[in-house]
């Protein structure tokens, strides 16, 4: 079986501050993850991915992720967010070309 | 492309009803998925098929049917609605499974009083 933490359900960042969002997973086998980024009142997109090679994955909008597997880790960082960047974002987990296991979301409040 | 499609965007049933949540892609996808949305509790997987005729059960299937005739469409079925199956339905399609890119649709607000 295949589930994912994510540590918390809100981060309040100020515009121009660094951001990192905590994952978590566990698995018995090899796994692929992702993280999604859902925007208000829409549906979810894909941010980026790991499924093999560089640990460091780059995304889109300037996010990054990096996969730790000896700590089942895959924590999502930007350097500096923008007012824009205000959205749930969603840590997933699949062992291949099973079903996807999502996070419960971690919410990302950028103020002024 | 249209991508993943939904409707309807927004729906209130009656305790005991029953209803079709419309899903399509023109994606040439084989993968189509079904998940709730509930505030906390993030996105769970209530059906997914893997291609037309085929159809298994996610992490929380009661009270939901699917079927899946065809590459494009994957409708979900609420057989008697319940409060409990109060949230927002998403349909998600990806060229053959979880570890490639789900591409999802904009969402159903169900509302079941």
């Known amino acids: 079986a295949q589930s994912v933490t994510q540590l918390d359900s809100q981060v309040p960042v100020f515009e121009e501050a660094p951001v990192e969002l905590r994952c978590n997973y566990s698995?018995?086998?090899?796994?692929?993850l992702f993280w999604y980024v859902q925007y208000p009142n829409q549906g979810l997109q894909l941010l980026l991915k790991?499924?093999?090679?560089?640990?460091l994955v780059k995304g889109i909008n300037g996010f990054e992720a990096e996969f730790n597997k000896s700590q089942t880790s895959f924590h999502l960082r930007k350097p500096s967010v923008h007012i824009s960047d205000t959205a749930e974002y969603f840590c997933?987990?699949?062992?291949?070309?099973?079903?996807?296991?999502f996070g419960k979301g971690t919410m990302l409040l950028v103020s002024p | 492309n249209a991508g993943v499609t939904q409707t309807p965007k927004f729906q209130v049933l009656k305790t005991g009803q029953s209803m079709t949540l419309q899903c399509a892609q023109d994606?040439?996808?084989?993968?189509m998925s079904w998940y709730r949305q509930d505030p906390g509790m993030g996105l769970r997987l209530i059906h997914y098929s893997v291609g037309a005729g085929i159809t298994d059960q996610g992490e929380v299937p009661n009270g939901y049917n699917v079927s899946r005739s065809t590459t494009e469409d994957f409708p979900l079925r609420l057989l008697s609605a319940a409060p409990s199956q109060t949230s927002v339905y998403f349909c998600a399609s990806s060229t053959t499974g979880g570890r490639d890119e789900q591409f999802f649709g904009p969402g159903t607000r169900l509302t079941v009083l």
């Open positions: 997933a987990v699949t062992s291949g070309y099973s079903t996807l296991t």
């Open positions: 994606m040439n996808h084989e993968y």
């Open positions: 790991y499924l093999s090679g560089s640990t």
């Open positions: 698995s018995s086998v090899s796994v692929y």
